[in-house]
């Protein structure tokens, strides 16, 4: 078991574009969250998809998007994108009763220039 | 509100010394906490969480409702320990986790 995948690991964006993050869950695993980690902070909890369905989220815009597909991966979508969302993403993966034992993927750098 | 709140951003401790990251928490009902641990050029890990009790790596945590405070500690530290530590806080069995701001724990031969 590869444990939580995500790709790409490293992405440079200019400002406005739009992103597509990627993740797939450790191997069992039915929940995916992700994790915007500014520098210097600890990670911020963005949302979590659960049957497909979005079940949580964060204090984030609409442009924050995602989606869960039936073989649990999930996708984070970024729109209009801006300086301020240069940071490491990280999807985690757990069961949906204990959500918060979770393990991590390696994280995706997201740099807007 | 829910908060994680880890006061110190660096922490240096002599080989040998006994070691004290400290957290407290913000909740109003029975969180669950955790730590989770972050090696140079590893991912983000769970290192242990309050309601199994146990000791992983040395490292013990006791939960201290009174205190709203989930320190943890070690006796002895080792210079394998250098790492970032997060104390997280997760409100119910399927919900999101809260961090810390986390604590960079720098162990010194």
């Known amino acids: 078991d590869a444990g939580v995948t995500q790709s790409p690991t490293h992405l440079i964006k200019t400002r406005g574009q739009q992103v597509t993050l990627r993740c797939s869950p450790k191997s069992g695993h039915d929940t995916v969250s992700w994790y915007q980690q500014a520098l210097g902070q600890g990670p911020q909890f963005i949302f979590q998809y659960y049957e497909e369905e979005e079940r949580q989220r964060g204090n984030f815009p609409d442009r924050f998007s995602g989606h869960q597909f039936p073989n649990y991966s999930s996708e984070l979508n970024v729109n209009a994108l801006l300086l301020g969302d240069s940071a490491l993403y990280l999807c985690?993966?757990?069961?949906?009763?204990?959500?918060?034992?979770?393990?991590f993927g390696q994280g995706t750098r997201l740099t807007v220039v | 509100a829910q908060r994680v709140t880890q006061p110190e951003k660096l922490l240096s401790v002599f080989k040998g010394a006994p070691v004290e990251l400290k957290c407290n928490y913000s909740y109003s009902g029975s969180p669950e906490l955790f730590w989770y641990v972050q090696y140079s050029r590893q991912r983000l890990q769970l290192l242990l969480r309050h309601i199994s009790r146990e000791s992983i790596k040395g490292f013990t945590a006791d939960l201290n409702k009174g205190e709203t405070s989930f320190h943890l500690k070690k006796p002895f530290a080792q210079e394998e320990d250098s790492a970032m530590y997060y104390c997280?806080?997760?409100?119910?069995?399927?919900?999101?986790?809260?961090f810390g701001k986390g604590t960079r724990l720098h162990i010194l031969p």
């Open positions: 997280a806080l997760g409100a119910n069995r399927d919900d999101k986790i809260i």
């Open positions: 985690a993966s757990s069961f949906q009763t204990g959500a918060a034992v979770a393990f």
